[in-house]
Nanobody, 123 residues
Framework: QVQLVESGGGLVQAGGSLRLSCATSGGTFSSYSMGWFRQAPGKEREFVAAITWSGGSTGYADSVKGRFTISRDNAKNTVYLQMVSLKPEDTAVYYC????????????????WGQGTQVTVSS
């Protein structure tokens, strides 16, 4: 059973930074493509960023390009999301997810999910 645990969320002022972490266990981390998604109140879950199993390729939602960076450390079984220049509209619960095969921006293609971590950006 693969488990994902996010951490690093919190309250930050607009323009600030946060780094989210997602630690995995129970599976072969280096076999999975990893993604970050977010869900704001009253909205659907949306894609944020994804990274291939090797870390050699990444993808981002247009809304976060240039501000967020996804990375992974396969030795630590952990994926990260560095967020800078945060905006109030980035406020959401952030989830990490894992899937076999290639990266995807579709949440229904991911096999495993964490419980989420709250990010709140004040104006």
């Amino acid at each position: 059973q693969v488990q994902l645990v996010e951490s690093g969320g919190g309250l930050v002022q607009a323009g600030g930074s946060l780094r989210l972490s997602c630690a995995t266990s129970g599976g072969t981390f280096s076999s999975y493509s990893m993604g970050w998604f977010r869900q704001a109140p009253g909205k659907e879950r949306e894609f944020v960023a994804a990274i291939t199993w090797s870390g050699g390729s990444t993808g981002y939602a247009d809304s976060v390009k240039g501000r967020f960076t996804i990375s992974r450390d396969n030795a630590k079984n952990t994926v990260y999301l560095q967020m800078v220049s945060l905006k109030p509209e980035d406020t959401a619960v952030y989830y990490c997810a894992a899937k076999w095969g290639s990266v995807s921006g579709s949440y229904n293609q991911y096999n495993y999910w964490g419980q989420g971590t709250q990010v709140t950006v004040s104006s």
